[in-house]
């Protein structure tokens, strides 16, 4: 005998302590709900989850209807969640809901991902007789994040409770009383904290959004692709939200193990860093004069076959495991003369005791720890200089070079090379010397190993801008001109990674499709 | 001619007595206190209250001595007992009625009863419009502190108590137990998810016990006379007196004592003085605001818990509200509705949107803006809200329109188009 | 006293003070203090404190009260904006409250409090002075109709006996 218990003659299995509603969640039985969110304390308040105990285990039901969120699962109880009383009682609260919502749904960003229409649609009776003036709040403005739209508000609190118990910083509060309710800050006050698109994320309607995503694009029109966010080296779990090449938003997916249900909102909105006007699918020669792609490539090569002093790789981490792993082929290819590094790790500032204050790296590579198991050398700031001071004859850049890095560049003597590939905007690179643009994070398949030591598998969209370069069919084109008989260098991140399993067995979980999907912990 | 049982109004009842605390010594006072504190343990009292059947007087008529009963020794954590002194159902007055007139009765019980639960800190949470109230026991507990009835080490007994006076702010809702306990806490009044009880995680996430002030006011004569003295007092399951609010539209409103069981009608015409001239009986409210209202054929029914619950009412505080056949009834419970409207803390859906549309809908019915579908639509709205609710405020107002409605349905629909 | 008798607690109404506290208000707090394990739990005795000496809970009392007992600001304007007796805006110096509940319904008071706010309204001495509400219960219904004239009851209140309250109030204002 397990632990079960039955709705609607369903079985359903549950852990010791758990709710009923909980329970059905994960059974995939879908109870309807607004104030339950699974982070957040409990308050029963929307009154939407009521379930009917027709048996509490001693063949005696219960006389009122129970929050199944609040109602402890037990062995052998027998729930209704379809009988007439719990119909009745949701067709009330919904019927309740919609008094003073403004059905402005046709305007709304939430719809079509808003519970309310959903429940209203599933659940509601499908008949309004509402026939006076409805509930109107003032405008309020929440900061430059968010917007909020009270009037959609159903009063979950969720928004209010994220404040307090997430972020802790209350910055959100319940007002007034009665129909009065309202959730705001205090006078006009903008929320301040960065992880303000979570409330957006777990508010069930439109009444919180993004500024971001406002009026942008119908949600089903959206495509989603899962991913992993790329700005920091925690590398928190993300769906890509696109349509005809163009991201649209992103937002965060549940991953227990490494973010939770949330995000940070640079993460949320730094697409906008590669998909702004100018995306760079440029080259550049030194001087900043643009010049064409296989003019570029060829005079990359030619720089490299020119190097006869040491060549020095500078790989900032945004790479993926596969094109780091390509890159230390081609590097072992050019022979002792060619070095990798990559930029030392910020260190990580102390734990916090709110657990979401340690979510943002303060490392912003998205695969340090990667590199630092392919064996890549971590570089301070004062040896790069050091390096460049002493006449290293050719520094190749992979990635984007934070500023005082970038700085440093100009250190670069007329006898040195320099060459620059980023996927961020071109104007970052100063002209220094050759600039080749590489194709951002949202057009790679690979596998990012997070601060945690953890890979997690890193999905493209598939569109691409054509021109920019892949890592792997980069070195590979090197290579292949460089030495076209015997070199071993893979033509693409999946070839890269068979090598790289190949090449040891701590590798091999790697190439487990379902295993990547979850996340595996590698180091 | 039936005639007043006095316990709790024993004092009161005599011409000049003032509820000092010499008066009230001098009628025997806070001998019980003493002789507790001498001779009975806190399961002594406990029991004794048990035994006596004692059922809270604050609305849902719990046996006081099981919430006793339940309150956990916790390691590290204190209990506390919290005096419900929130009296707001419209009709109900009998709590103020103590606390002004005869102050060291109920105080006397608040220290018995804190005793009995081991309580060091008592809070008396007292309604913050009962200005007067408040500055009486505040000057009493001073006296009390004086006579060293409380304090540290009482009377070389080494139990310690202090007791707080907490003036409420204007929230009805701060009466239900948990709202009232967040209040104590500094907080807005939202009543809480049970389980736990307050008796597990109450005051200070402590074990905690409310008690109405009438409840506590019965325990000094229960700890004196005795549980079956009390029980004689009363019927079966509804042991003790209990204090009737009478009010509305009679000749004698106010406080009256009675046996349990007493019939309602007896009430209303010997002590209450039947309606006023020349006007006929229409209705009764039995048991506060939220009881559903009794016809005038219907009020011939002993007065306690079991005999009104089965008249499908209830007594609830016990606060009689008489109506005459000057009342209109779609008019008086809008003005109901508004109140409940506007007390619901918000939290419920049906709580916060429903009786607020009920609000509307009979400000509309009454200026005869509706048709006759209206009245059933009111109805079923306020079906909706029972039973479907965190606590009985959604009820407590929905109940109401049904039983008007009900009872009344031909006003309703005469106020339609 | 508006057509819809729900008040608007909401922050459109709050008005600027920048009053502070008084040195005596502090002094008090701590003696409240000692009455509960944390010091939030003296909240609603803070506030009635300010209302009291300010006749308002303005924002700046807000941040400093929200200081003292340690929470945050929305805290304490979630529980200012619950309770009744506590208000953003600032009020008359004189309160009146006439109940319109049930019993004191039934017995003219809602007739009652609209004469009453006409006499205010018309009487010029009588300007700024008083602060009008309807209130629920006051738990005196056998003394229909019920008036709380600042911190007194006035039971079986009546017109005449509110103008001479209000009239005593002037007189000894000046
Ligand atoms: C909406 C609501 C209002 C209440 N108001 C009061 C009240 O004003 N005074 C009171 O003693 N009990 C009130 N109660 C009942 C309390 O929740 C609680 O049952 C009572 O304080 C317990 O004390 P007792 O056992 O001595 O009756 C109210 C309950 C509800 C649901
Ligand atoms: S704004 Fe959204 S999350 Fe916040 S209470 Fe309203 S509906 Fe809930
Ligand atoms: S029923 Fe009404 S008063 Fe009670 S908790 Fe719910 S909303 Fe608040
Ligand atoms: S989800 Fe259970 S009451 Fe809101
Ligand atoms: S109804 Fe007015 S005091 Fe009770």
Redesign the interface.
């Known amino acids: 005998m397990g632990n079960y218990f039955f709705i609607d003659g369903k079985k359903i299995p549950f852990e010791p302590g758990e709710s009923i509603l909980k329970a059905a969640l994960r059974a995939g039985f879908d109870i309807p709900h607004y104030c339950y969110h699974p982070s957040l304390s409990t308050p029963a308040t929307c009154r939407m989850c009521l379930i009917d105990v027709v048996d509490s285990g001693n063949g005696k039901g219960l006389p009122t209807l129970q929050t199944s969120c609040t109602t402890l699962a037990k062995a052998d109880i027998k729930i209704s969640a379809q009988g007439e009383k719990v119909v009745r009682a949701r067709e009330g609260v919904l019927e309740f809901l919609l008094v003073n919502h403004p059905l402005d749904c046709v305007i709304c960003d939430q719809a079509g991902e808003c519970t309310l229409q959903d429940f209203a649609f599933e659940y509601g009776s499908g008949v309004s007789i509402v026939n006076h003036e409805k509930r109107v709040y003032g405008l309020r403005k929440i900061g430059s994040f968010l917007e909020l739209e009270r009037n959609r508000c159903i009063h979950c609190t969720r928004c209010v409770r994220f404040s307090q118990e997430i972020t802790g910083n209350s910055e959100l509060g319940t007002f007034g009383r009665g129909h009065q309710l309202t959730v705001d800050t205090f006078i006009d006050k903008p929320l301040s904290d960065q992880f303000q698109g979570n409330l957006a994320d777990i508010c069930p309607v439109g009444a919180i959004t993004l500024k971001d995503f406002r009026f942008k694009k119908r949600v089903w029109k959206l495509k989603s692709v899962p991913s992993i966010c790329d700005r920091c080296a925690t590398g928190c779990s993300i769906n890509l939200d696109h349509k005809d090449g163009t991201i649209y938003r992103i937002t965060p997916r549940e991953n227990q193990e490494v973010n939770r249900w949330w995000m940070c909102d640079h993460g949320r909105v730094g697409f906008h860093d590669y998909y702004a006007d100018d995306k760079l699918q440029k080259f550049y020669t030194k001087g900043s004069q643009k010049i064409d792609r296989s003019q570029a490539l060829t005079n990359m090569l030619t720089t490299i076959k020119a190097s006869a002093g040491s060549i020095c790789f500078i790989n900032t981490a945004s790479s993926t495991l596969e094109e780091a792993y390509s890159l230390k082929l081609f590097a072992k290819l050019l022979g002792d003369k060619a070095k990798i590094y990559y930029p030392k790790p910020v260190a990580q500032r102390k734990d916090s005791d709110i657990w979401i204050d340690n979510l943002i790296s303060d490392d912003k590579s998205p695969n340090s720890r990667g590199l630092k198991l392919l064996g890549f050398s971590s570089l301070e700031e004062e040896s790069f200089s050091k390096i460049i001071k002493d006449s290293t004859d050719t520094i190749i850049v992979v990635g984007q070079l934070n500023k005082s890095w970038q700085t440093l560049l100009s250190d670069i003597t007329d006898n040195q090379r320099l060459i620059q590939l980023t996927c961020l905007k071109n104007e970052l690179l100063g002209g220094m010397g050759l600039g080749l643009p590489l194709i951002p994070v949202f057009e790679k398949s690979g596998i990012y190993v997070n601060r945690q030591g953890r890979a997690q598998k890193v999905n493209r969209l598939n569109f691409s801008n054509g021109t920019s370069l892949e890592e792997c069919s980069l070195w590979k084109n090197l290579a292949d001109e460089l030495d076209p008989i015997d070199n071993d260098q893979p033509k693409d991140n999946a070839e890269a990674l068979i090598k790289l399993a190949e090449s040891d067995k701590r590798w091999q979980d790697l190439t487990d499709k379902k295993l990547l999907a979850k996340g595996i912990l590698i180091d | 001619m039936i005639k007043e049982t006095l316990v709790l109004l024993k004092n009161i009842r005599q011409a000049g007595y003032k509820g000092t605390i010499e008066e009230y010594q001098q009628t025997g006072g806070y001998s019980v206190w003493k002789k507790v504190l001498k001779d009975l343990t806190p399961d002594d009292v406990k029991k004794q209250v048990k035994d006596s059947g004692l059922r809270g007087r604050g609305g849902a008529g719990f046996p006081t001595g099981f919430k006793w009963g339940f309150m956990a020794d916790v390691k590290g954590k204190p209990n506390y007992l919290v005096c419900n002194a929130d009296e707001g159902e419209p009709g109900t007055f009998k709590d103020r009625e103590l606390m002004i007139k005869d102050p060291h009765l109920f105080l006397e019980g608040m220290l018995i009863s804190c005793f009995a639960v081991k309580c060091n800190t008592g809070y008396i949470y007292v309604r913050g419009e009962y200005y007067e109230a408040i500055k009486i026991l505040k000057r009493e507990i001073a006296q009390l502190n004086k006579a060293k009835f409380l304090g540290d080490n009482i009377l070389g007994s080494g139990y310690s108590l202090k007791l707080v006076v907490h003036s409420g702010a204007g929230a009805y809702i701060c009466g239900e137990e948990t709202a009232l306990l967040d209040s104590l806490e500094g907080k807005r009044g939202l009543p809480r998810v049970k389980p736990p009880f307050p008796a597990v995680s109450g005051f200070n996430a402590c074990p905690t016990s409310v008690n109405n002030v009438e409840t506590l006011a019965n325990v000094p004569f229960i700890m004196e006379k005795g549980a079956e003295a009390f029980k004689a007092n009363g019927t079966i399951n509804n042991a003790g007196t209990r204090l009737i609010s009478v009010s509305g539209l009679v000749k004698r409103p106010g406080v009256y004592e009675i046996k349990m069981g007493v019939n309602l009608k007896d009430i209303i015409y010997d002590f209450g003085g039947g309606t006023l001239p020349n006007r006929t009986l229409k209705a009764v409210i039995p048991g506060g605001s939220s009881s559903p209202v009794l016809l005038a054929d219907e009020i011939d029914i002993g007065c306690d818990f079991d005999c009104l619950q089965k008249a499908k009412s209830m007594l609830g505080s016990a606060g009689v509200v008489v109506l005459d056949d000057t009342v209109d009834m779609p008019r008086l419970l809008h003005r109901l509705i508004e109140f409940y409207a506007h007390e619901s803390c918000g939290q419920c859906t049906p709580c916060r949107e429903g009786l607020n549309w009920i609000r509307i809908l009979l400000r509309d019915l009454l200026a005869r803006r509706l048709e006759k579908s209206w009245v059933d639509q009111i109805y079923r709205i306020a079906g909706n809200i029972t039973g479907t609710t965190l606590c009985a405020l959604g009820d407590a107002g929905a109940i109401p329109v049904m039983s008007f409605i009900d009872k009344f349905r031909e006003e309703f629909l005469g106020y339609c188009k | 006293m508006g057509k819809d008798?729900?008040k608007?607690?909401?922050?459109?109404l709050?008005s600027k003070n920048e009053m502070k506290l008084s040195q005596e208000f502090y002094k008090k707090a701590q003696e409240l203090f000692k009455?509960?394990?944390?010091r939030?739990?003296?909240?609603?005795?803070l506030?009635?404190m300010i209302q009291k000496e300010q006749g308002q809970i303005s924002?700046q009392a807000?941040e400093e009260v929200a200081d003292l007992?340690d929470?945050?600001?929305?805290?304490v304007?979630?529980?200012v904006?619950?309770?009744?007796?506590?208000s953003l805006k600032k009020r008359a110096p004189n309160y009146i409250?006439v109940c319109?509940?049930?019993?004191c319904?039934?017995?003219g008071s809602?007739e009652l409090s609209q004469s009453l706010l006409k006499m205010i309204d018309e009487e010029k001495d009588f300007k700024g002075k008083f602060h009008l509400e309807e209130?629920?219960?006051?738990?005196?219904?056998?003394?229909?109709p019920v008036a709380?004239c600042n911190?007194?009851?006035m039971e079986d209140a009546n017109l005449d006996d509110l103008k001479d309250w209000c009239l005593a109030k002037c007189s000894k204002d000046k």
Not at chain 3, 40 to 45: E, Q, T
Not at chain 3, 135 to 144: F, S
Request: proline share 3%.
């Open positions: 008798r729900d608007d607690k909401d922050k459109e709050t009455d509960y394990p944390k939030v739990h003296a909240l609603l005795p506030l009635h924002d807000m007992v929470v945050a600001i929305t805290h304007q979630g529980v904006t619950f309770y009744t007796m506590y409250g319109t509940n049930l019993s319904w039934l017995r809602k209130t629920e219960c006051l738990g005196a219904c056998d003394h229909a709380l911190e007194k009851y």
